[in-house]
């Protein structure tokens, strides 16, 4: 088979898909040639009539990622067309801030930040010159600020600029790089949020009710389609105020 004959495909990247709403979200995809999925911990998820088993990484092991992923069984990038990415990364810590200690706070910065950072780096050099989207999942509440989240919101902040600076320096090759930020969304926050207070941040958006999973996937297919949105921060919040 010839290079030109050869069907290039389309992949699609997931980190941090153990969570509940990853599941859910990466359960109504179908449109990808080939899935790779990451989490810390072992699983496996529906996607269309096929089961796709996670590739387990170490979020202790930072320095040797790198090492790590050059040994992953990724396709080439002579066989890819284009490589979306999303991460559903999302760590937080329930101490009160000012008895944060130095271990627990590193740990959010370490999920939120660098892991996030690393990955993407990983990525575009592995398929620069290819068409590459990334989105970081975020939260609307975190960026507005809110009591008890002060370590997830600085991170959270901090992914606006790592996806501007990605924008920016790769936008002329192909790269486009951007940020969801979610709503109040009730699917994994049952056994973190008691009812009273979940039902108090549903009540701070406009719309007065969670953020359907239907809608984060149809906003992840719309960030991945457009390449003319690079460096933005798109809301799926129901109006959250």
């Given at each position: 088979?010839?290079?030109?004959?050869?069907?290039?495909?389309?992949?699609?990247?997931?980190?941090?898909?153990?969570?509940?709403?990853?599941?859910?979200?990466?359960?109504?995809?179908?449109?990808?040639?080939?899935?790779i999925l990451f989490s810390r911990s072992p699983g496996r998820v529906s996607i269309g009539n096929s089961e796709v088993e996670f590739t387990i990484y170490d979020p202790q092991n930072i320095e040797n990622l790198g090492k790590w992923f050059a040994n992953v069984d990724l396709p080439s990038k002579q066989d890819v067309s284009r490589v979306d990415f999303v991460s559903f990364l999302g760590a937080k810590d329930n101490t009160v801030f000012i008895h944060q200690s130095s271990e627990q706070i590193m740990s959010v910065i370490n999920v939120n930040l660098t892991l996030n950072s690393m990955f993407s780096a990983l990525l575009i050099k592995k398929y620069i010159g290819t068409s590459i989207s990334i989105v970081f999942l975020s939260s609307s509440g975190a960026l507005a600020?809110?009591?008890?989240?002060?370590?997830?919101?600085?991170?959270?902040?901090?992914?606006?600029?790592?996806?501007?600076?990605?924008?920016?320096?790769?936008?002329?090759?192909?790269?486009?790089?951007?940020?969801?930020?979610?709503?109040?969304?009730?699917?994994?926050?049952?056994?973190?949020?008691?009812?009273?207070?979940?039902?108090?941040?549903?009540?701070?958006?406009?719309?007065?009710?969670?953020?359907?999973?239907?809608?984060?996937?149809?906003?992840?297919?719309f960030l991945f389609g457009n390449k003319d949105i690079n460096g933005s921060v798109l809301a799926c919040d129901g109006g959250y105020l």
């Open positions: 088979m010839t290079e030109e004959s050869r069907r290039k495909k389309s992949v699609f990247v997931g980190l941090g898909c153990n969570s509940a709403i990853a599941r859910e979200v990466l359960g109504q995809l179908h449109s990808y040639d080939e899935i600020g809110d009591a008890g989240v002060t370590m997830y919101s600085a991170t959270k902040h901090a992914l606006n600029g790592l996806s501007k600076g990605i924008s920016m320096e790769y936008g002329r090759f192909g790269v486009n790089s951007n940020v969801l930020a979610l709503g109040v969304v009730s699917i994994g926050m049952s056994g973190e949020v008691s009812q009273k207070r979940l039902s108090e941040m549903v009540k701070r958006s406009a719309n007065r009710r969670p953020v359907e999973v239907a809608s984060i996937t149809k906003s992840l297919v």
